[in-house]
C-alpha cells in the first residue's frame, strides 16, 4: 500500500513512517505528492507551525486534501480536520457546535480587549508548545510589542478544578487513551512528550460519557481520526475544551497501557 504523509516537519513523522514501513507500506513524506506517486492514503499530519513558517500554503494544501476526498481516495484528518486544526475560531465553534464547553473566544485582529474586566490569554493561531501565548489580568491592555495578524484571539481564561489538564488521543472513532499533567499559572507546552512522569494515563474505556459523549461528537464533526483534544475539568465534573490538535504527541508510557508501541496500532489503523 502507498501512502502519503502530508507534513511540514518530516521529522515528527520518522517513527510512523517507519512503523508503516515495518508493516510492508511504501511512503512518502512531504506537502507536495511526486507526480509518479500514486497514494492510496493521505494521511494530514500538518503543525500548527505552518501559519508561521509557510501561511502561503495552508490554501493550497487544503485544496489538495478536498481534491483527494473529492476523487474518492481515503484521507485521513481531511480538509476540515485540516482547516480547524489552523483555527482557534474555528475550534470554538465547533466545540459548540457539537453540545460541548469552551471558553468565551474572540478575535484579536482589531487590537481591541473583547473581556476587558477578565483575566484572558492572548493566543497566536500558529502557536504550538504554548509558544506565544501571553496572560492579561483584567483591564490589561494588550502588549505594544505583540505582533497581532488575524488568526490571534483572546480567550478568558479557566482554572481546572482538579488541577490537570487532560488530554484525549483519538485513533478512528475510538479514545485511545486519556491522559492528565498538572496545570501551572503561566505554563503553557503540555505537549505529552515533554511532561514525562508527571503524566497519569488511562485507557480511554474507563472515561465517564459526560466527557467521552461530547469528545466523540466533537472529533466526528471535525473529521478528526488521529489527534488529541484538550480539556479542563471544572466543579460541576464536566470537560471545557480548550484545543483541537491533529498532530498531537503519543505519550512515550502509552505502550505500558496496550503492551506495545501506540504507533503500531496507529500504523494498522492507516492500512486498514
Known amino acids: 500500500m502507498k501512502i502519503f504523509l502530508l507534513t511540514d516537519i518530516p ?3 520518522r517513527p510512523l513512517e517507519q512503523a508503516l514501513q515495518a508493516q510492508g507500506a511504501e511512503v512518502v513524506v512531504g506537502l507536495s505528492v ?6 492510496d492514503r493521505f494521511v494530514n499530519r500538518v503543525s500548527t507551525a505552518i501559519l508561521r513558517r509557510k501561511s502561503a ?3 493550497e494544501l487544503a485544496a489538495l486534501l478536498r481534491s483527494a476526498e473529492a476523487a474518492g481516495g481515503h484521507v485521513i484528518n481531511g480538509a ?3 482547516e480547524v486544526g489552523l483555527s482557534k475560531l ?3 465553534d465547533l466545540f459548540l457546535a457539537s453540545g460541548a464547553k469552551t471558553p468565551e473566544t474572540a478575535s484579536l485582529s482589531l487590537g481591541k480587549r473583547a473581556f476587558p474586566d477578565r483575566s484572558v490569554l492572548l493566543k497566536p493561531g500558529g502557536g504550538g508548545f504554548g509558544r506565544g501565548i501571553r496572560r492579561l489580568v483584567p483591564n490589561e491592555p494588550i502588549p505594544e510589542d505583540l505582533k497581532l495578524s488575524d488568526d490571534w484571539v483572546e480567550q478568558v481564561a479557566l482554572t481546572p478544578s482538579d488541577g490537570r489538564v487532560h488530554r ?3 485513533l478512528g472513532t475510538e479514545i485511545l487513551y486519556h491522559a492528565s ?3 501551572q499559572v503561566g505554563e503553557y507546552d503540555y505537549c505529552l512528550a515533554n511532561v514525562g512522569e508527571a503524566a497519569q494515563l488511562s485507557a480511554g474505556r474507563t472515561l465517564p460519557d459526560t466527557v467521552a459523549g461530547p469528545a466523540r461528537s466533537i472529533a466526528q464533526r471535525g473529521g478528526l481520526q488521529l489527534g488529541a483534544l484538550e480539556y479542563f475539568l471544572m466543579s460541576d465534573g464536566r470537560p471545557v475544551f ?3 490538535n491533529p498532530v498531537s504527541s503519543l505519550h512515550p508510557n502509552a505502550s505500558e497501557l496496550f503492551g506495545r508501541d501506540p504507533l503500531d496500532l496507529v500504523a494498522e489503523y492507516i492500512l486498514s
Open 34 to 39: 511526486p507526480e509518479h506517486f500514486r497514494p
Open 242 to 244: 480548550i484545543d483541537f
Open 11 to 13: 521529522i515528527w513523522v
Open 80 to 82: 476540515q480536520c485540516f
Open 57 to 59: 500554503r495552508v490554501p
Open 168 to 170: 484525549l488521543e483519538f
Open 181 to 183: 499533567s498538572p496545570w
Open 90 to 92: 474555528g475550534q470554538r
